[in-house]
C-alpha cells in the first residue's frame, strides 16, 4: 500500500514538471496558428478560436526560407562532416599513442572548454577577416570545426579499443593511416553518428559565429533571420512565431529519427560545446 | 564515469609501465603528428591567435580599421571608471550565482524522476523534458518573451485572472532576470538531464538495496548514497553552468535585449556593443580580457574543489 502511493505521488509529480516544461512550447504552437487580429485580443484563448495558417503564410512569402535553410543546412552538414572526422583523428592520436606533445596538447584541448571563444569576440572576428573569411559561410565552418567534445568522445571510446588491435595490424604490415582509416574509424562508428547530432544541434543553432561573421542579408543563417525579425522595433508576433515554428522543423525531424542515439548518449566523457 | 580532471590526472599518471624502453619507429611519431595536425592549426588560428592579439588590442585604441596604437593601460583605466562595465559585469555575476544551482538542481530533479523505478510514463517524459534541447537560444528568448509579454503574455493573462495583479515582466529589471533564469534554466535541463541519468544508472543497484535493508529512508539513500556518488557529474554540470552563464548571449538578445534599457546587459553582449556596434574593438578587447581572467580564475578554483573532493 505504501509503495503504492509513493509510486502514485511520484508519478504526480513527474505530471506536474511535464506539464510545467510543455507550458511555453504548447502556447508558443498554439498561438502560431491564430490570426494576427486573435493573437492580442482579450480574454486569450488557450486554443485558437480560428485556426489559421496565415501567419505561416505571410512568414514564408516574406523571408526567404529556402536561402535561410540552404545556408543553415549547408553550414551545417559541412561543419559536422569535417567536426567528426578531425575529432576522430585526434581523439584516435590521443587515446593511442603517447608523446609528451600529444600530452600538452590535450591540455590545450581542455583550455578550450574553459576559454571559450565568444570572450574574446573582438579579435577572433579580426583573425577571421585577415584570413579573409569574413561574409561567407567559410567563415562559420572553419573556425567551428574544433570541438573539444568530439575529442573528448572519440579520446574516451579509443581508449577502450584494446591495444592488442593495433598491435596486430602492426605485425601485418598495416600502415598507421591505413590501420585508422580502415580498422579504427569504422569501429567508432556508434560514436560518429552520436558527435554528428549533437554537431548538427549545435551548428544548426548557433547564432554567435553568424552573428559575427556574416553581413550580407543573402548569406544569413535561420537564427539571424530570425533574431532580425524579433530585433526590429515593432515585433510582428504573426510572423515570428510562424517563422520560429518552422525554424524547428529540421531538428524536430533530426530528433525523431535520431531519438534512441541522442536520449542514450552518455556525454560524461565528453563536454558541451 | 570520469570527469575531465579525472583523465588529467590519469594522463599525469605514470601509466605505460609496460612500455619497452625502444624508441617507437618513426611512423608510430608520424602519424600521430598527422592525425593532429588539423587541430592543432585550428587551435592556434582561432583559439591562441585571438587570445594573443586580444592582449596586444587591449592596448591599443583600434577601431577596426586604421592602425592599431598603442596607448598603454589606458583602456583599463577607462575600464576602472566605467559605471555599464561595473553593472553588466555584477549583473553577470548575479546571473551566474543564480543560475548556477537553479540549472543544478531543475536537471536533477528531473533525471531522479526519470529514472525512479516508482513513476510512470518515463518514456514520453523524457521525450517532452528533451524538447528545449531541440531549440535554439533564439528561439527559446522568442518563446519566453511570448509567454511573459508585459500585456500580452499568457502568464500575466492567468495573473490577473487569478485577481493577482500583473507582474512587470518587461519594465521591471529584476523581474526581466526572474525571466531571463527561468527560460535559461528550462532550455538548459534537457543537456544536465542527459549527463545526470548516465550516471544515476551507472550506480551500481547494490548500494541502494543494501541501503534500504538497512532500513534508509528514500530521502536519506538520496542524499546520503546517490548524491555522493554523482559528484564527478555535479562537478562537470557546476563547471559547465558557470561557464555557460558567464557567456550567455544569444537568448537574452531575442528575450529582451539585455532590457529593460541596459539593466540586464551581461558581459558578452556589453563586448558586442563597444566592439562591433561602436567599433571599439581596443576597448572591447579590455573587456574580453577582464572576462577572460575571471573564467580562468572560475575554472582554476573549481578544478581545484573538484581535487579536494577526489582525496576526501
Known amino acids: 500500500m505504501k509503495q503504492r502511493g509513493y509510486a502514485l505521488l511520484m508519478t504526480a509529480v513527474l505530471l506536474a514538471v511535464l506539464v510545467a516544461y510543455a507550458i511555453p512550447v504548447l502556447w508558443f504552437l498554439l498561438s502560431s496558428f491564430k490570426p494576427g487580429s486573435e493573437l492580442f485580443s482579450l480574454p486569450l484563448t488557450l486554443l485558437p478560436q480560428d485556426w489559421t495558417i496565415s501567419g505561416y503564410v505571410t512568414a514564408w512569402t516574406r523571408f526567404d526560407f529556402w536561402r535561410y535553410f540552404g545556408n543553415t543546412g549547408l553550414v551545417a552538414v559541412l561543419t559536422t562532416l569535417l567536426t567528426v572526422l578531425v575529432s576522430a583523428m585526434t581523439g584516435y592520436a590521443l587515446a593511442k599513442y603517447r608523446h609528451w606533445w600529444l600530452r600538452v596538447f590535450f591540455i590545450c584541448i581542455l583550455a578550450t572548454t574553459m576559454l571559450p571563444t565568444e570572450v574574446i569576440m573582438p579579435s577572433t572576428f579580426a583573425v577571421i577577416r585577415e584570413l579573409g573569411l569574413y561574409d561567407s559561410l567559410a567563415g562559420i565552418i572553419v573556425p567551428s570545426i574544433l570541438t573539444a567534445t568530439g575529442v573528448f568522445m572519440f579520446r574516451q571510446y579509443f581508449r577502450t579499443v584494446p591495444d592488442e588491435l593495433l598491435e596486430a595490424a602492426r605485425i601485418d604490415g598495416v600502415g598507421e593511416i591505413r590501420t585508422f582509416f580502415s580498422i579504427m574509424l569504422p569501429l567508432a562508428k556508434p560514436i560518429a553518428i552520436t558527435l554528428a547530432i549533437f554537431s548538427f544541434q549545435w551548428r544548426w543553432n548557433d547564432y554567435i559565429w553568424p552573428l559575427i561573421v556574416l553581413n550580407d542579408p543573402n548569406r544569413y543563417t535561420l537564427q539571424l533571420a530570425l533574431r532580425s525579425i524579433v530585433g526590429a522595433d515593432n515585433i510582428d508576433w504573426s510572423v515570428l512565431l510562424s517563422a520560429s515554428v518552422i525554424s524547428l522543423i529540421p531538428m524536430v525531424v533530426l530528433f525523431v529519427v535520431f531519438q534512441r542515439q541522442v536520449l542514450s548518449a552518455d556525454l560524461n566523457s565528453g563536454l558541451k560545446d | ?97 543564480l543560475a548556477v544551482p537553479l540549472h543544478f538542481v531543475a536537471a536533477l530533479f528531473v533525471a531522479v524522476l526519470i529514472t525512479s523505478p516508482a513513476a510512470r510514463g518515463k518514456s514520453l517524459a523524457k521525450i517532452v523534458l528533451f524538447v528545449p534541447w531541440l531549440i535554439s537560444p533564439i528561439v527559446t528568448g522568442v518563446i519566453w518573451r511570448w509567454l511573459f509579454g508585459e500585456n500580452f503574455g499568457f502568464v500575466n493573462h492567468l495573473l490577473a485572472l487569478l485577481g493577482l495583479g500583473t507582474v512587470r515582466w518587461e519594465t521591471d529589471a529584476d523581474w526581466a532576470l526572474v ?47 546517490t548524491l555522493p556518488l554523482l559528484a564527478p557529474t555535479s562537478f562537470l554540470v557546476v563547471l559547465l553552468g558557470t561557464l555557460g552563464s558567464m557567456k550567455e548571449f544569444a537568448m537574452v538578445q531575442a528575450l529582451n535585449g539585455g532590457g529593460p534599457g541596459t539593466e540586464n546587459m551581461l558581459l558578452v553582449q556589453y563586448i558586442y556593443r563597444t566592439g562591433f556596434e561602436r567599433a571599439e574593438i581596443g576597448y572591447a578587447s579590455a573587456v574580453s580580457m577582464v572576462l577572460m581572467v575571471i573564467l580562468v580564475l572560475v575554472a582554476i578554483i573549481q578544478l581545484r574543489f573538484d581535487r579536494k573532493e577526489d582525496l576526501a
Open chain 2, 179 to 225: 525571466v531571463v533564469l527561468l527560460a535559461g534554466t528550462w532550455g538548459g535541463t534537457a543537456f544536465n538531464m542527459l549527463l545526470f541519468v548516465a550516471a544515476i544508472r551507472n550506480i551500481p543497484k547494490s548500494y541502494l538495496e543494501a541501503a534500504e535493508i538497512d532500513g534508509a529512508s528514500p530521502r536519506r539513500r538520496f542524499f546520503s548514497v
Open chain 2, 1 to 97: 564515469m570520469t570527469s575531465v580532471t579525472d583523465q588529467v590526472s590519469l594522463e599525469a599518471a605514470p601509466a605505460t609501465v609496460r612500455r619497452d624502453r625502444r624508441r617507437p619507429p618513426s611512423g608510430q611519431r608520424l602519424a600521430p603528428a598527422l592525425f593532429i595536425s588539423v587541430s592543432v592549426v585550428l587551435f592556434a588560428t582561432f583559439f591562441v591567435g585571438p587570445a594573443a592579439l586580444g592582449i596586444w588590442y587591449s592596448f591599443t585604441d583600434y577601431s577596426g580599421v586604421g592602425d592599431a596604437e598603442f596607448i598603454g593601460a589606458e583602456n583599463y583605466a577607462e575600464l576602472l571608471a566605467d559605471d555599464q562595465f561595473w553593472a553588466s559585469l555584477g549583473r553577470t555575476a548575479l546571473y551566474t550565482v
